[in-house]
Every structure is written in C-alpha cells, then in structure tokens.
C-alpha cells in the first residue's frame, strides 16, 4: 500500500511545483507591465522595480499554491484513470477513498504551506508594498489630506484636525492637541496650531500647555516646539492597513476594538474567517479534483488540465462572491461566507465519489 501512496505522490509533484511557480510567475509578470505602463520608470530605480514587484509574490503564492495543487492532483489520477492504472487498482480490491489517502496528505501539508505564507510572509511584504507604493506615487489617487485623526504616539494621545501630505513625502499638521498623562491625576494638554513630521520626527510649534493636576488646571505658553520622535509608516495616516497587512491575531485584536467602539466589524470579520478558509481550500481542491479527474479523465488526454483550471475558474468567483457581496453585506454570517465555497466543493467531490463507487 504505501508504494501506491509514493506513486500517486511522485504523479503529482511535478505539476504542482511548476503550477505554482510558473502561475506565480505570470502574475508576477503582470505586475511588472503594469509599472512600466502606467509609471515613469526613469524617475525610479531598478532596485525599486524589483522590489514593487517581489512584495506582491507571496500574495500571488497564496492564491497559487490551491491551482498547482489541483493541476498536480488532476493531471495526476487522470493519466492513471486513462492508462487503467486507477481500474486495475479498483479490481485488485483497492477502493477509491484509499487512493484519496496520498491526495488528502499531499493537501494537508499545502494547507500548512500556505498558512504560513498567509500569517507569516504576506503581512510584512504586504505593508512594505504599501509604504513603497506611497513612495513612488501609486497612491496618487489616493487623498492628499484628511481630518480629525486620531493616533497614539509614544507617551501621548494626539489629535490632528488636517493633515496634509507635502509633495517632497513629509507632512502638514494643522489644529493639533496632544494629551499626556505622565502620573496618576495629571494631564498635560499641548495646543498648537501647525505641526509637521519628517522622517520619523514630530514637531508641533509653540504650544499652549493646559496643565490639571489634582483637578486644579493652569496654563502655560511654551514658546519650544513639542517633539515626539516616533516613525510611522505616511501611508497609515491617509489610510488603515488593509487585511493583507494584517496577522490573524491583529485581525482579531482589530475586531474586539471596533466592537468596543460600536463600530461595525463586517469587513474585519469576513477577512479573518478568509484567512483560514483560502488555506483550507487545498485540502479541498485536493479531493474534488481527484475525483473530478477519476470521473471524466476518459473524456480527453487534456481532461487533467481542463478539469484542474474549471475547478480553480469557477472556486475563485465564488470566493470573489462570497467574500465581496455575500460577507460584506451580510448576507451570511462572517464564517459562513467564508468557508462556503470550501462546502460547495466538498459537496460536489462526495456525489462524485458516490458515483464513481
């Protein structure tokens, strides 16, 4: 038995590597004609290009990692099922569900791969994609300015009521009020009418100092600027991170926030559920295409692939679905939003198996 198993395993592992990479890779390619379309290259470097362009690689992988396992998979028992290897196993009295042993293994361990690219790879490369974006002016639709942010820095709670980007990348505070608390019952409240931060450093001008200690408040006119040194990432200003930047524990600690606040927590809670559901999703794969493949390899020798890139085309629109419409608006709850194309195609792989058996 276990030579069956390294059988259909070493079937599959050409086609899954070079699926990936290769899918991978085209992705990646787009990416690159993009920038040379759409950007002035001759204002950046090739280092920068390059780097545009690596950042966005982990994300491809993990939308790649499900379709090199399904062309693996298909291509695999469909050659098998062509040649009558996948008949001959069934009268020597080998079931179908015991040739899925090597497939669902092959899966399990592609699930872990690409959580770990998921949780461990995508959120730093997608934050530093981001900050690199801002540099080189991707972010140009995005807004110059906005009001009445808020954010923590160092000891103090600060309130911005305009911030405006400058075009050398710095930035323009205008209307600010930061608040201390260095001790029990004592607060420092600074007022300042302009601010700036430039590389990493923030300076706000000539504030006013509203001092309660014990409830007893006086003033003071500080005619020295306040200065916070605390780099941040400009792009964080103008926008929150986005989910790919995001671990599943940051998610999570995102979510309880925006409940405490009253906020609504949809979109946080559909990107969380999807952050264990697209890893999944090869176990997944794993088994519908198998048995996908034993069922219409016959129909053709390019069955394997065709049977492969259907079931990525049609998973992909349904993930698309859920998590853009079905999630978002609330048509389902978060979970089940997120884990329902893996129970569609779960479905489909257990009538298949009936009917093959």
Not at 69 to 98: F, K
Not at 254 to 262: C, F
Request: net charge positive; hydrophobic share 50%; charged share 15%.
């Amino acid at each position: 038995m276990r030579q069956i198993d390294r059988y259909i395993v070493k079937e599959m592992m050409v086609p899954l590597f070079t699926g990936t990479i290769v899918i991978a890779m085209l992705f990646m390619a787009n990416d690159l004609i993009a920038i040379f379309k759409n950007l002035n290259t001759a204002n950046m470097t090739w280092v920068m290009v390059a780097q545009l362009v690596l950042l966005k690689f982990p994300a491809w992988l993990s939308l790649t990692i499900p379709v090199g396992l399904t062309m693996g998979v298909s291509l695999a028992l469909a050659r098998l099922t062509r040649e009558n290897e996948v008949t001959a196993m069934r009268s020597a009295g080998i079931p179908i569900r015991r040739l899925l042993r090597p497939v669902v293994l092959v899966g399990l361990l592609m699930t872990v791969a690409n959580w770990f690219v998921v949780e461990k790879l995508m959120p730093p490369s997608a934050a530093r994609f981001r900050e690199l974006q801002t540099q080189v002016a991707l972010l140009a639709t995005g807004p110059e300015f906005v009001s009445n942010k808020m954010m923590s820095l160092d000891r103090y709670t600060v309130r911005m009521g305009t911030v405006m980007r400058q075009p050398n990348g710095d930035v323009e505070i205008l209307d600010v009020l930061a608040i201390e608390n260095p001790q029990p019952n004592t607060y420092y409240m600074y007022v300042s009418k302009r601010g700036t931060y430039d590389a990493g450093v923030w300076t706000f001008e000539a504030p006013t100092v509203f001092v309660i200690e014990n409830d007893l408040p006086s003033i003071i006119k500080s005619g020295k600027p306040l200065t916070i040194n605390e780099p941040i990432r400009i792009a964080d200003v103008f926008g929150p991170p986005m989910a790919e930047e995001m671990t599943a524990e940051d998610l999570k600690t995102a979510i309880d926030q925006a409940a405490a606040r009253g906020d609504s927590n949809r979109t946080l809670e559909v990107a969380y559920h999807f952050k264990f559901s697209l890893p999944a999703s090869c176990v997944v794969f794993a088994i519908a295409g198998a048995m996908a493949s034993i069922r219409y390899a016959r129909t053709g020798a390019f069955a394997g692939v065709l049977i492969s890139f259907g079931l990525v085309v049609l998973y992909y629109n349904l993930f698309v679905i859920c998590r853009e419409i079905i999630g978002r608006n609330g048509w389902l709850p978060p979970i089940g939003a997120a884990w329902l194309p893996n129970l569609i195609y779960l479905a489909f792989a257990i009538i298949l198996a009936r009917r093959i058996e």
